[in-house]
T-cell receptor, first 115, second 110 residues
């Protein structure tokens, strides 16, 4: 079990669908992250939120739209995805973005398949 | 980011001690060294973090020499369940981003 909860665990969607990935943490962390991971590759950073404000967008295509409604929740809205977007999407949190020794706490991810 | 170099893969046997070394020649003064473990289809899990000398917890030890240009993750008496990918992360890159390197794929044999 992890302290970062991601739903759903698995998602299959067509290229014209709109879906959302959800992430929740109750550790009082103020930084939250989205990473994307392809098979046998390391996680790749997509977005960083610090105090509910978007701090980093790693030039992610606009078909991925993050949202941080409050300090405990992080969403990733998906629209018009491509098959190559199929991957494991990982959410993480840390105490603070500005702290250099604040480790990341990851959820177990959403396995996304785009058909 | 202090670029890190780790072995791509390692094999060991159950009951052995496993040491995975990470090189980070350009580590900055503010940088901490953090290790994560990842099992298939799960998110990375924080194992241990250190700044200098030696750190030990219930899972692993982390050895950091005085020059801090490398670090060694030590896993005592490994079991089959320690088969995973281990990532060494050091600080952030110049854009202030936490970036994962390629990691070390550890395979424990019976």
């Amino acid at each position: 079990d992890t302290e970062v909860t991601q739903t759903p665990k698995h998602l299959v969607m067509g290229m014209t669908n709109k879906k959302s990935l959800k992430c929740e943490q109750h550790m009082g962390h103020r930084a939250m992250y989205w990473y994307k991971q392809k098979a046998k590759k390391p996680p790749e950073l997509m977005f960083v939120y610090s105090y509910e404000k978007l701090s980093i967008n790693e030039s992610v295509p606009s078909r991925f739209s993050p949202e941080c409604p409050n300090s405990s929740l992080l969403n990733l809205h998906l629209h018009a995805l491509q098959p190559e977007d199929s991957a494991l999407y990982l959410c993480a949190s840390s105490q603070s973005w500005s702290s250099y020794n604040s480790p990341l706490h990851f959820g177990n991810g959403t396995r996304l398949t785009v058909t | 980011l202090a670029k890190t170099t780790q072995p791509i893969s390692m094999d060991s046997y159950e009951g052995q001690e496993v040491n995975i070394t990470c090189s980070h020649n350009n580590i900055a003064t503010n940088d901490y060294i953090t290790w994560y473990q990842q099992f298939p289809s799960q998110g990375p899990r924080f194992i241990i973090q250190g700044y200098k000398t030696k750190v030990t917890n219930e899972v692993a030890s982390l050895f950091i020499p005085a020059d801090r240009k490398s670090s060694t993750l030590s896993l005592p008496r490994v079991s089959l369940s320690d088969t995973a990918v281990y990532y060494c992360l050091v600080g952030r890159n110049r854009d202030d981003k936490i970036i994962f390197g390629k990691g070390t794929r550890l395979h424990i044999l019976p």
